[in-house]
């Protein structure tokens, strides 16, 4: 199992931006992916961005060229920096590990921190 605790988030203006961070409880070799996903009020928790340990990443269309994922394997922690942000990328988020040991998968969540973006 994988304890993931996220930091970051709170209140930006249109335009601004902000990094989410995510650190997790072992080394992030070991972590098939790593992910980020939100959750607007009403609305599924949709996938935002994602990247594997070969460093292959994808996005969400509507966060393409504004949102990076990107892994710092020596803290153990990967971020999410959002540029550009709109109000419509309102929602919690979610830090989001898969896990694969044993033959078995393991699906892990962080704690969620609300980004709110809003004049």
């Known amino acids: 199992q994988v304890q993931l605790v996220e930091s970051g988030g709170g209140l930006v203006q249109p335009g601004g931006s902000q990094r989410l961070s995510c650190t997790t409880s072992?080394?992030?070799?070991?972590?098939?992916?790593m992910a980020w996903y939100r959750q607007a009020p009403g609305k599924q928790r949709e996938l935002v961005a994602s990247i594997t340990t070969g460093t292959i990443t994808n996005y969400a269309d509507s966060v393409k060229g504004r949102f990076t994922i990107s892994v710092d394997n020596a803290k153990n922690t990967v971020y999410l920096q959002m540029n550009s942000l709109k109000p419509e990328d309102t929602a919690v988020y979610y830090c989001?590990?898969?896990?694969?040991?044993?033959?078995?998968?393991?699906?892990?969540w962080g704690q969620g921190a609300q980004v709110t973006v809003s004049s």
């Open positions: 989001n590990s898969i896990l694969i040991e044993g033959g078995l998968r393991y699906i892990n």
């Open positions: 072992r080394s992030i070799f070991t972590i098939s992916v």
